[in-house]
């Protein structure tokens, strides 16, 4: 159900990593956790964060959650269309509905990161 | 348990659709002056071109429409109101003839002191008042509401370690922490740093020694926080917080678990906020304003916001606008004076021994609802708990119910639906807080509807997942509303 290729944090974040860069956003489960999203706001190209700091937040029907920065890095994209069609995080969270393209400062972080059975496991173990 | 189904709601249009040419509210007389020509007395760009847009209806068209749209409305007048959190009392009628007396409502703050002097010492006693509540050495009237209470304290703290040499980098909040705490320390300039809650709901010690350093201006405790739970190790957590020079900030918007039975000030926190619009009973939400008292600690009195209120040798009242320390104005004139009133009022009427029994009321009452339906919803949490109570709706789920239709079936029978979705740590969370102010009776009615809901959920699902049936209106487009909302009525194009 997760993309085989794709690593996660425990905050449901999913990276997807290609040399250098990677592109980030929301899991299934948090998806649908969240509910019907009606607002993403994202950061800047050219901004830096740090792992775990929040890059940017999310808006549904229910609540509002931070999102947050699975690798130390810089923004080099932000997926423009979640401005008017949040919808897609919802519809299409592991590709219409990403979010950011980061590019990577540390590689070594990404083995601090969940494979894609690892983080099914942590779902399943969540929801208990 | 409500006997009736359906109340006198009808079908109400918009005041602008109710507009009919010529209809007015007014008559004047005669023009007896010669008829000014806007143009030529107004400067070009500030006349106004085309038309107003504002409805035309006559007087009785007006109260008509706002009194029926009003008969669709919940409120603590009409029933429980059990919003987690909230504390949405019953606001006492004497709270309204004492700040409708005419040396109250119609002070103004520009009068001398000599006719003063009556609204003043009310003010003077009630800081006396509420410092014996809590057992701090000062306390600050002026916060218009709670989030500005709890942005004042953290204010004092800045200022205070400002004057120590350095005001410090973090705040420390954990998760079961008010939702607009990491706001004011942010607005004041710091960096929240959340921590989360043990198993048990509550603060981890380890995990704040963790977290402790020098960069740590402040802890902000919600106490007991918003999983109702009393943070029984706050001697202790203070003792850690000082002992690296931070200060302890205690969101007191759940005193009404504590007043007359523990004071924050005796126990290491340096600033606590209070809000009369929950504890004291005044009125809450549209209903308000509310009021957000900063009660602190010895060290922090300097720095209370100006002016403050003192007494001479003589007995009379002043407000000393020049102290030396203080942070300055937080706002106009001095608080919200008229509801100062009601919140004196309530802790006259109540008295030492009133207050301390109406929270052991609220207490009870909570723990009644809990007791009564732990057998039907899921206690996330198994920790005791003082003021309100967290269910989830993780026994509905499974039958396809969610605490959304839980709670929108709860319209249909009569009761406003408790706080949902929040804590956020709570995965579909119902939070509920009866307050003092419902009796046996009025508890039972509402544990009978939930009852009914938990039974309903596992047979007749539907009867939830499409409520509610028998309100004006059913479900809202959340979805549609949040984001292409229509904010402005137009008139139809022709």
Redesign the interface.
Known sequence: MYPANYLFTDEHEWLDVDGLEGVCGITDFAAE?LG?I??VELPEPGDTFSKGETFGTI?S???V?DLYMPVDGEILAINEDLENS??LVNSSPHEDGWMIKIAIKDESQLEELMNSKTYEKFVEDQKE | MIKGMRGLSFKEDLIFEKSREGAKGYSLPKLDVPKADPAKTIDKKFLREGKIGLPEVSEVDVIRHFTKISLWNYAVDYGLYPLGSCTMKYNPKINEITSSLPGFADAHPYQPYSISQGALELMYNLEKALMEITGFSRVSLHPAAGAHGELVGMMLIRRYLEDQGNPRKKVLIPDSAHGTNPASAAICGYEAVELKSNSEGMLSLSDLEAALDKDVAALMLTNPNTLGVFEKNIKKICEMVHKVGGQVYMDGANMNALMGIMKPGKSGVDVLHLNLHKTFSTPHGGGGPGSGPVAVAKHLAPYIPKPVIEKNDKGEFYLDYNPEKSIGRVRSFNSNFAILVRAYTYILSCGSDGLKESTEHAVANANYIRKKLSKYYDLPYETSTLHEIIFSDKIQEKFGVTT?DIAKRLLDLGYHPPTI?FP?IV?GALMIEPTESESKQELDGFIEAMIQIAQEAEKEPEKCTEAPHNTVVGRLD??TA??TPILKWEPEKE
């Open positions: 956790q019907d009606v607002f808006e029907v229910k609540a959650s949040p919808e | 959304k979705y956020l995965h959340e979805v949040a984001r």
